[in-house]
């Protein structure tokens, strides 16, 4: 097993899951007119281009540590000829991005990818200083389920090396280690709720990156306006 695993792994990584993209329908509707958008690994750009196509009032920026997936990105909307869109290589943890500010910030299968609870909330921390005040944060992701005939066996294996709660290795369909991913507790869900205003969490039922059944959550939450 890896010793341990961390979200700059996927500077490297290829992404290809067996379901392409999970689109956040429900945060069409709540932007405000001329909003500014963030989506963070946006990856190849598939839910940043179609946030683009629905809300064509709004500008939306899409990161992600990829370069390589930057680039699929930036070509699949030369190809749809989206001109209020824009991808840069970043790193939100790591890297500044200049003095900007937004409305609404999208993570979509990213805070699975921070196996390292430090990491995992300097990513919340940077979602919360990139937001201006009363911003949305939506997020969809993968809720830690030991009664899931798929993970239980991985779950336990990473518990007996004192691994953090939720976390398990990766393999490739060759059973190669690719990296530790991390699905979410009842107690992190819980932790979400508190560091920001959360309007509604909904549980699902989809599928995995290799196509395992596997238990979602979507959240949509607001930065307080007191919150720095």
Same mark, same amino acid.
């Given at each position: 097993?890896?010793?341990?695993?961390?979200?700059?792994?996927? $500077?490297? =990584?290829?992404?290809?899951?067996?379901? #392409? /993209?999970?689109?956040?329908?429900?945060?069409?509707?709540?932007?405000?007119?001329?909003? $500014?958008?963030?989506?963070?690994?946006?990856?190849?750009?598939?839910?940043?281009?179609?946030?683009?196509?629905?809300?064509?009032?709004?500008?939306?920026? &899409?990161?992600?540590? %990829?370069?390589?997936?930057?680039?699929?990105?930036?070509?699949? /909307?030369?190809?749809?000829? =989206?001109?209020?869109?824009? @991808?840069?290589?970043?790193?939100?943890?790591?890297?500044?991005?200049?003095?900007?500010?937004?409305?609404?910030?999208?993570?979509?299968?990213?805070?699975?990818?921070?196996?390292?609870?430090?990491?995992? !909330? $300097?990513?919340?921390?940077?979602?919360?200083?990139?937001?201006? #005040?009363?911003?949305?944060?939506?997020?969809?992701?993968?809720?830690?389920?030991?009664?899931?005939?798929?993970?239980? &066996?991985?779950?336990?294996?990473?518990?007996?090396?004192?691994?953090?709660? &939720? %976390? @398990?290795?990766?393999?490739?369909? #060759?059973?190669?280690?690719?990296?530790?991913?991390?699905?979410?507790?009842?107690?992190?869900?819980?932790? =979400?709720? !508190?560091?920001?205003?959360? !309007? %509604?969490?909904?549980?699902?039922?989809? =599928?995995?990156?290799?196509? %395992? $059944?596997?238990?979602?959550?979507?959240?949509? &939450?607001?930065?307080?306006?007191? #919150?720095?």
């Amino acid at each position: 097993m890896i010793a341990h695993g961390s979200y700059r792994d996927w $500077r490297v =990584l290829p992404y290809e899951p067996v379901l #392409a /993209a999970h689109y956040p329908e429900s945060l069409v509707e709540l932007l405000p007119p001329r909003a $500014r958008v963030l989506e963070i690994g946006c990856h190849d750009g598939i839910v940043t281009c179609y946030l683009a196509r629905r809300r064509p009032d709004v500008t939306i920026c &899409g990161v992600d540590i %990829n370069h390589t997936a930057i680039d699929a990105a930036r070509a699949r /909307a030369l190809d749809e000829g =989206l001109v209020n869109v824009r @991808f840069e290589t970043c790193d939100v943890i790591a890297d500044a991005i200049g003095d900007d500010r937004f409305d609404a910030i999208v993570t979509i299968r990213l805070l699975t990818c921070f196996p390292r609870c430090d990491e995992w !909330r $300097r990513l919340l921390g940077a979602i919360r200083r990139l937001l201006v #005040a009363d911003g949305t944060w939506f997020g969809i992701d993968y809720l830690y389920d030991p009664t899931n005939d798929a993970y239980r &066996g991985r779950y336990a294996a990473a518990e007996e090396a004192q691994w953090r709660l &939720g %976390n @398990f290795q990766v393999h490739s369909p #060759a059973g190669r280690p690719l990296f530790v991913a991390h699905h979410h507790t009842d107690g992190e869900i819980a932790f =979400l709720s !508190r560091i920001f205003s959360v !309007r %509604n969490v909904r549980r699902f039922q989809s =599928l995995s990156m290799h196509g %395992n $059944r596997a238990s979602m959550f979507e959240i949509v &939450g607001v930065k307080p306006a007191e #919150a720095r």
